[in-house]
């Protein structure tokens, strides 16, 4: 039992109702069993008693103790009064002389005597004689006596656990308990064969096969105690490694909006460079984002990578020259292929940065139809990544709503019904869906309205701005 501060009502009536049942059964014990032979119970009892005080302690709060044999030998040797005694012996050995509470006592002495008296009983009732010559027998009723005192102890004492510590009855059993069924199955055969050699030695015996007991757990103690060190030797680099993930974490985190802050910070220089209007690419990005989303699209990385591949999409302009970007006029054919180069030239510049390849893949398709009539590639249909034909939506609803400098830019409903019309043709039929749910909140946005970057889950998104 844990040793906790304050207990509950409910927790302190547990513990009465355990107390008054182990008082019953203790009672009861001396009314089934016939005189025993007091030397030999004598012996058997206190060697029970002071073998508790060699409890090992596992690194949670548990012990396993040899006295367990003790208990069993006195059941099938002396039956219930010999049970009874014992598990008095242990309650009594695991307080005197230690801080903890009278509470632990009663409880230990509640949950053993009931233990003990529920494995004697039967075996009185039946007519079991301890000192029985049927060697396999007594192998059989130790094991069996040891699986009833194993589970009888480890039940009370993960419910306990489980009403002192908040957690489920399972996980207290599973955490404590669980993995020393076999250990407590195994030291009641050991009981068992102490019985056999009992009834043929005498209480001699006794005193003699106590010695390989007594270093068994010195054994034990060695074993439990490395496992120890090594449990709590682990749990310190876990902790030293989950504190490592944090800060690696953060450092990420930092690093990814530094990277979009730069982003963003070379998009503007292209939008001023290509006499857009200024904030197209991000209010295009953002658009991008908000389709991805109505589509179905949760992880946020591959949200921030449609993000990345939109506001970067005419990155590839950088190599295209000035006499040609800022033409006033319409272009020939020979700077119209040129220009068409752009997607390409804008995949080759990201594609060199691992963290912008999935991006890269979107601006090299940002230019390609639905019915396979874009360039450079002259993608069709389901060919061209969903983040490229998104953007296609995105950037030509800003482009029609946007003001140029050769023309005002139309009506939200203008663009709307123009994206319509091109549905199965330059668009994607699923993504103008996704874009008709979204469109009234595009709607309701101010013109020229520009957004800041996107952070994924984790930040808190800032306002947008107007231009």
Not at 301 to 312: D, K
Request: with cysteine.
């Amino acid at each position: 039992m844990p040793d906790i501060p304050h207990l509950s009502r409910k927790e302190e009536l547990f513990i009465s109702l355990v107390f008054a049942a182990g008082a019953v059964s203790f009672t009861l014990a001396f009314f089934l069993s016939s005189e025993p032979d007091l030397l030999g119970l004598t012996t058997v009892v206190v060697l029970t008693g002071l073998s508790e005080r060699l409890s090992v302690k596992m690194y949670f709060d548990g012990r396993i103790s040899p006295s367990f044999v003790g208990t069993v030998l006195a059941i099938l040797i002396f039956g219930p009064i010999g049970g009874a005694l014992a598990a008095t012996a242990i309650a009594l050995s695991t307080y005197v002389g230690s801080e903890r509470p009278a509470r632990k006592l009663l409880f230990n002495f509640g949950h053993l005597n009931i233990a003990a008296f529920l494995v004697a009983t039967p075996l009185a009732i039946g007519g079991w004689s301890g000192t029985s010559n049927e060697t396999s027998l007594l192998l059989v009723a130790g094991a069996a006596s040891g699986f009833v005192l194993y589970m009888v102890s480890a039940i009370a004492v993960a419910q306990i656990i489980s009403m002192t510590s908040g957690r489920s009855f399972r996980a207290s059993y599973r955490e404590n308990f669980g993995w020393l069924f076999p250990h407590y199955v195994v030291l009641g055969i050991v009981a068992g064969a102490l019985a056999a050699i009992y009834s043929g030695v005498g209480v001699a015996s006794v005193l003699v096969l106590a010695l390989p007991l007594l270093l068994t757990r010195y054994a034990m103690e060695q074993f439990v105690n490395r496992t120890r060190d090594n449990v709590l030797r682990l749990e310190r680099s876990n902790d030293q490694l989950q504190h490592a993930y944090v800060e690696i974490r953060d450092m990420s985190e930092q690093l990814r909006d530094a990277y979009t802050g730069t982003l963003e910070s070379l998009v503007t220089a292209l939008d001023v460079r290509d006499q857009e209007t200024r904030g197209h690419s991000m209010r295009v990005a953002t658009h991008s984002v908000d389709i991805a989303r109505m589509l179905g699209t949760k992880d946020e990385e591959e949200l921030a990578f449609v993000y990345r591949g939109a506001l970067m999409h005419d990155v590839g302009k950088i190599g295209v020259p000035d006499a040609i970007l800022l033409k006033p006029g319409k272009l020939t054919d020979d700077e119209w292929e040129f220009m068409q180069k752009h997607p390409a030239m804008g995949y080759k510049i990201l594609a060199q940065v691992p963290y912008l390849r999935p991006a890269a893949k979107i601006v090299l398709a940002h230019h390609e139809r639905w019915d396979g009539g874009g360039y450079p590639r002259k993608l069709k249909g389901e060919d061209i990544p969903l983040g490229a034909r998104i953007f296609a939506l995105a950037d030509t609803y800003d482009a029609i709503i946007s003001d140029r400098p050769y023309r005002a830019g139309q009506s939200p409903h203008a663009a709307f019904a123009e994206i319509l019309r091109c549905a199965g043709s330059q668009f994607d039929p699923k993504v103008v869906e996704a874009f008709e749910a979204i469109f009234p909140q595009w709607e309701k946005e101010k013109p020229g309205e520009t957004p800041l970057l996107y952070l994924p889950t984790g930040h808190t998104k800032p306002e947008r701005r107007a231009s």
